[in-house]
């Protein structure tokens, strides 16, 4: 496929760990598009993006449009036969889109018509899915609404969280994109229409979401949490401060205690009462403190001082805007 040029889009770690294995596998990559370069953290440093850096890497040029919808001419002149996206982070027009003889494609981590959207990995692992998968679909102006080309199921475990679910479908994707290019070029595919009937979406994560509640059951809270753990995070207020959760696990037992309740009987991980079952903390984050996991904690602190302590009251608005 080495005289049909392909023009990438894409700005996270899951469409730098793609674009990597296109370029790999000698598929004609002509240049990049992702998002502009940005300034993070508290020195406000330059930090370039996942895909940028394997662009550079492998000696491609690199466009980071503000908005890539005012630069159509410059698409045109890079006269792509294909397009493909994924997780780029803009939307792009139709002009853009039509430009390719081959169209524009996209990797979308979901199987499709069920969570469109920005953040598909994360409410599969939340809502408890127990498989997901990755759908190559041709673009539209939608939001994830075009003809459906290939797909692919990926198995979701009790332990997996979003960062680990995200790991085994961009591998998944990859292999799935590098399956669908050769036929998309070989005219041998018979795009498939979404099932409407069938739609969920997948908003990005609203900073509301990230609170945990603990008065339900103990399997749901769990769900939510590792689909939270790291990207973007979640937490709960504990004495007026944020306390967020890294690494936890569950517990479905009879429950005595009021639901919120701290309980210590182990050295590696303390307890919090749920509805039916406790969330076992191993690795944890108070307000203005360091990442620690609880063992190394006692080390360093009186038992009695996260011992028997009740999380504020769960449902309150005010925690949940803080």
């Known amino acids: 496929m080495k005289n049909k040029k392909i023009l990438y889009m894409g700005t996270t770690s899951f469409s730098a760990y793609i674009l990597e294995q296109l370029i790999n596998h000698d598929f004609d990559v002509i240049a990049l598009v992702s998002q502009p370069d940005r300034k993070v953290g508290r020195k406000q440093e330059i930090k370039i993006t996942p895909t940028k850096e394997v662009a550079l890497n492998n000696s491609l040029d690199v466009y980071g449009f503000e908005n890539i919808n005012d630069n159509i001419e410059v698409i045109k002149e890079l006269n792509p036969d294909l397009i493909v996206t994924c997780a780029y982070g803009q939307k792009i027009s139709k002009d853009i889109l039509d430009i390719p003889k081959y169209g524009s494609i996209n990797v979308h981590a979901s199987l499709l018509p069920k969570y469109r959207g920005g953040a598909p990995i994360h409410y599969a692992v939340m809502n408890g899915d127990r498989k997901t998968g990755n759908t190559i679909m041709y673009m539209e102006e939608g939001l994830d609404t075009g003809d459906m080309i290939l797909q692919s199921e990926v198995e979701i475990t009790l332990d997996d969280t979003t960062?680990?679910?995200?790991?085994?479908?961009?591998?998944?994707?990859?292999?799935?994109?590098?399956?669908?290019?050769?036929?998309?070029?070989?005219?041998?595919?018979?795009?498939?229409?979404?099932?409407?009937?069938?739609v969920t979406y997948s908003y990005n994560i609203p900073r509301e979401l990230e609170y945990i509640d603990f008065n339900r059951d103990v399997l749901s809270v769990y769900n939510h949490m590792r689909g939270l753990i790291k990207i973007p995070g979640c937490y709960a207020m504990l004495n007026d401060k944020k306390i967020k959760?890294?690494?936890?696990?569950?517990?479905?037992?009879?429950?005595?205690?009021?639901?919120?309740?701290?309980?210590?009987?182990?050295?590696?991980?303390?307890?919090?009462?749920?509805?039916?079952?406790?969330?076992?903390?191993?690795?944890?984050?108070?307000?203005?403190?360091?990442?620690?996991?609880?063992?190394?904690?006692?080390?360093?602190?009186?038992?009695?001082?996260i011992t028997n302590i009740v999380l504020n009251e769960v449902n309150s608005n005010e925690n949940r805007s803080k």
């Open 245 to 305: 959760f890294y690494e936890v696990k569950f517990e479905e037992v009879q429950v005595n205690e009021k639901v919120g309740t701290i309980i210590v009987d182990d050295k590696k991980y303390f307890k919090i009462a749920c509805l039916n079952g406790y969330i076992k903390v191993y690795k944890f984050q108070l307000e203005g403190k360091k990442i620690v996991d609880f063992s190394s904690y006692l080390n360093g602190n009186k038992l009695e001082i």
């Open 163 to 198: 960062s680990t679910l995200s790991d085994k479908m961009m591998v998944d994707g990859a292999k799935l994109l590098i399956e669908a290019i050769p036929k998309i070029f070989n005219n041998d595919i018979k795009p498939i229409k979404q099932d409407e009937s069938q």
